[in-house]
């Protein structure tokens, strides 16, 4: 292979181009290697061939004996026993504390030479460690895959372009890890967290509560509401794959790909395709079907419903109503004195006696209806409308009005005027007795 690259460069010189010419042109060109693998050679590597050609003939041109010493030749015997007990006693050590210690030791001497390069090399050789900690891109990355569906829930969202007017849309994917069984999908305008538990809703409804969800870190995916409803409603674990990391996500990844080469390319600039949600979403629950019953290369050549068949028995919610439960959030929020609660970016009027007092508001995630609790029940809350509010009659407190226990008051006043207007007849209508007629009644029996 050499000599032809050589002969190549001779033809040309031979022509009447300059050497540095030809060994240019030579240079730019794709060789074929012995293997049959197409290679280049640099100018300054064709210069270095030809002189040792025109030194030595065919002979120059054959490669060198490249045997590796599984030390170092450059260093010395010492030096190397030296560096191999300091790397087991303080494998952080680097290249230059351990040519440090190895001159205090006196096994190099002040004045000698050493290239810590050379020391490194020679530490890699060897196989010590020589990194003081691991870099940040590192760590176990092994491959993994749970053996039972709904074990492991997948979900990642794919965007893509609909319609005639190339709408933006994104489809959000729930992938069962064991099975890679299409659990559900769900269109929108954007990854929120609104399209993802609406999604994880109908997830659970349909096959039933998964043990861990596996995420990205998406605007959806990491709001306090997901984490909320997946470890308190759900009581399962939410974790969130590495950043930057695509094959953390390899299966769902992997499925994406499936999904934009089958079905999602095929959907941009389709003046037939309705770019509707709705729509949308029921197009890709269709190709999910199909995508069920299509064998897997990872399956072992089994489908996906196959191996979904063929799993562990899957948990729901009791009902319907504990299904709505699960997606309840509670939060901590400060009444106002006028009795109105801030939730969401809109007001809502709270109970009276709620005011200046901090209360626990249950908000469904996916309606967005509110509760607090009020004298022993859950109360329902009304959005604020001022207008009504300007127009309707104020209720009186009760407070002003005397307790059924305690009856009108008799006060001191009332008693004084009692005592000094005393009525002309007694209830009875005859005349009451007074103080004089009881002195009169005295004197007489006296």
Known sequence: MRYSVLAQVEALILGGSRTSTAVRVVAGRDHVHLDGRPVRVSGRTIQRWRAAFLEGGMAALEPKDRSRTQTSQALSEALIAFLRDEKRRDPRASAPELLRRAQAHGIV????????????????????????????????????????????????????????????????????????????????????????????????????????????????????????????????????????????????????????????????????????????????????????????????????????????????????????????????????????????GRLWEAPRGLGGSWVEVARHVLDRRLWVPHEGRMVELAPLDPHANATDRRGRPEDDGPLPSEGVPHTAASRAYDRDFLPLIDPQGGFPETDDDDESEEDDQT
Request: hydrophobic share 35%; net charge positive; charged share 30%.
């Open 109 to 344: 001497a002040e004045d000698q030479p050493v290239d810590r390069t050379t020391l490194w090399r020679a530490c890699r050789r060897m196989g010590l460690a020589t990194r003081a900690r691991p870099s940040k891109r590192e760590g176990d990355m092994r491959r993994w895959r749970y053996p039972h569906r709904m074990q492991c829930v997948l979900c990642d969202g794919k965007h893509f372009r609909a319609g005639g007017s190339r709408a933006r849309r994104v489809a959000l994917f729930f992938l069962d890890d064991a099975t890679r069984y299409g659990l559900d999908v769900r269109v929108g305008a954007s990854e929120s967290t609104e399209l993802f538990l609406h999604g994880l809703y109908d997830l659970v409804r349909k096959h039933g509560l998964p043990d861990l969800l596996y995420l990205d870190h998406g605007a959806g995916f990491v709001s306090e509401d997901t984490l909320a409803v997946v470890q308190g409603g759900l009581s399962a674990w939410l974790v969130h794959g590495q950043r930057k990391y695509p094959p953390g996500r390899g299966a769902v990844e992997r499925f994406n790909r499936t999904a934009s080469e089958q079905i999602l390319r095929a959907l941009d600039g389709a003046t037939a395709v309705d770019p509707g949600d709705g729509a949308l979403t029921l197009r890709l629950r269709h190709y999910l079907e199909r995508y069920n019953d299509t064998p897997h290369e990872t399956l072992g050549g089994d489908t996906p419903r196959q191996r979904w068949e063929q799993g562990r028995a899957l948990r729901f919610p009791e009902d319907e109503a504990d299904l709505y439960r699960r997606f309840v959030v509670r939060q901590s929020r400060k009444v106002s004195q006028d009795h109105v609660i801030r939730m969401d």
